[in-house]
């Protein structure tokens, strides 16, 4: 056996070693969840960075009005700092917001989803900083699905961050979202320094697949290897928060 065929055998132990065994609930081969019928309809986009300044957006349909919010984006087009002007009930506001705020800007304003309790404060949130990032230059494309199938999912419902390594100039960190019934809606790629035009082929193949398959049991897309292991391994650790 030459050296090319031990390297590459051993390549392979380590990958399946890392993913886990078949045994293991937590590993990627087992992070599946059942869902009655497939998904349609999967849109597909890439959210844009913005232009740099603060700009302002309004939210419509809160509790007691409209949300207000001032977002400033930095120089690489990136959200720095979001400030918010309501006139909702304190206690129910701001609950939400301590979770909506920093989600903004850690997922620069895409992997948001609405805070249990506060339903009409955050969707009026959501509003404004999806009208105040328009203002900003930028176009921001949800990742999601659109079915009238029931579907059955055992997700916890919120938003999950988790970091795949072993990319082939570093880490890839996704956004992933669950809704209130368990299922993933929302996927959404938070930071990589991949090779735009090998990772934009492997991201906007593997993402549908998360949500058609509601599951981190994902396949390598062909010619961009590393950066297809470390986006599963970074949806997998998101779904393993999302399972405790």
């Known amino acids: 056996m030459n050296i090319y065929k031990i390297s590459t055998l051993l390549f392979g132990l380590l990958f399946l070693t890392a993913c886990g065994s078949l045994s293991d609930p937590y590993s990627i081969w087992n992070q599946t969840r059942e869902v009655e019928a497939p998904v349609q309809n999967v849109a597909v986009g890439q959210a844009m960075s913005f232009n740099s ?15 207000y919010v001032s977002i400033t984006v930095n120089e690489d087009g990136e959200i720095s700092d979001v400030e918010v002007s309501h006139g909702e009930t304190p206690e129910f506001a701001e609950h939400a917001l301590e979770t909506l705020i920093p989600a903004t800007i850690r997922t620069n304003g895409v992997g948001l989803d ?9 969707n009026a949130f959501i509003a404004a900083v999806q009208n105040a990032l328009e203002n900003a230059g ?17 997700f916890n419902p919120g938003t999950y961050v988790g970091v795949g390594t072993g990319g082939w100039y570093g880490n890839v960190e996704v956004s992933v979202s669950i809704d209130d019934n368990g299922q993933i809606y ?6 990589s320094q991949e090779t735009p035009e090998f990772a934009e082929h492997a991201f906007n193949n593997l993402i549908p697949a998360v949500i058609n398959t509601q599951s981190g049991n994902l396949d390598i897309v062909a010619g961009a290897t590393a950066t297809s292991n470390a986006f599963i391994e970074a949806v997998q650790n998101a779904l393993n928060e999302a399972s405790q």
Not at 138 to 154: E, I, K, N, P
Request: no cysteine; proline share 0%; net charge negative.
């Open 138 to 154: 930028g176009t921001t494309v949800y990742y999601h699905w659109d079915t009238t199938v029931a579907t059955s999912g055992s």
């Open 53 to 67: 300044g603060t700009f302002e957006g309004v939210g419509e349909g809160g509790w007691y009005g409209n949300v």
């Open 186 to 191: 929302l996927v959404y790629v938070v930071y």
């Open 114 to 122: 609405v805070v249990a309790g506060a339903t009409y404060t955050s």
